[in-house]
């Protein structure tokens, strides 16, 4: 099945500093990219839409400035946690719908593994 | 998007079947419903989809009645493997956009 690769699976960085969070689509390709974001015991709260060539879509209270999100092929998309501090930890997952045949329609989200972003 | 609303929680034993039941009122005509399991630390795995009646694959059976206001998320035999979140979602896969709800915790003991 359709399979979607996020590296690294766990990051520790310093306050004020920028981490890179890769989303893959392996055997796809995926022209809307989603990034979610869990806290402990929570359920998945969408960020934002990565779509392939063009802006993405933030949802309502997630800062564009602070979580850049780059969505350059139709394989990979990045989100990119500038300046984070210790309230950025989480646990970051990112989706794409796609499937064998090529075409989206009707096919179900599938998710990266997550990516656990510890602030220090 | 869909409202779903889950039991918080469910516990079972090895072997038995698990029925979780996800309620979706508002459900619109092109909506689809679309089952998850999430284990600690890692991203939610796509367990079945369904638009209407059943839907049986080599992990579970999803059965949806005519109205289509709610859905049964049904586990055959589970194990202790299966202990996990469970999340049910409904929206239009055209939208691209699913908002996950709170989930149901399974528990399966020994």
């Known amino acids: 099945g359709a399979v979607v690769s996020q590296h690294p699976s766990r990051v520790i960085c310093k306050s004020g500093t920028s981490v890179k969070i890769e989303c893959r689509s392996l055997d796809f390709q995926a022209t809307t990219m989603f990034w979610y974001r869990q806290f402990p015991k929570q359920s998945l709260m969408l960020m934002a839409t990565?779509?392939?060539?063009?802006?993405?879509?933030?949802e309502q209270g997630v800062e564009k400035d602070k979580f850049l999100i780059n969505h350059a092929s139709l394989t990979l998309s990045t989100l990119t946690v500038t300046s984070a501090h210790p309230e950025d930890s989480s646990f970051y997952i990112c989706?794409?719908?796609?499937?064998?045949?090529?075409?989206?329609?009707?096919?179900?989200?599938?998710f990266g593994n997550g990516t656990r972003l510890t602030v220090t | 998007l869909a409202k779903t609303t889950q039991p918080i929680s469910m516990d079972s034993y090895e072997g038995q079947e698990v029925n979780i039941t996800c309620s979706h009122n508002?459900?619109?005509?092109?909506?689809?419903i679309t089952w998850y399991q999430q284990f600690p630390s890692q991203g939610p795995r796509f367990i079945i989809q369904?638009?209407?009646t059943k839907v049986t694959n080599e992990v579970a059976s999803l059965f949806i009645p005519a109205d289509r206001k709610s859905s049964t998320l049904s586990l055959p035999r589970v194990s202790l493997s299966d202990t996990a979140v469970y999340y049910c979602l409904v929206g239009d896969l055209n939208d691209y956009k699913l908002s996950f709800g709170a989930g149901t915790t399974v528990t399966v003991r020994a």
């Open positions: 989706s794409a719908r796609g499937g064998r045949q090529g075409s989206s329609y009707n096919s179900p989200l599938h």
């Open positions: 508002n459900i619109a005509t092109n909506d689809y």
């Open positions: 369904g638009y209407k």
């Open positions: 990565s779509n392939e060539g063009s802006k993405a879509t933030y």
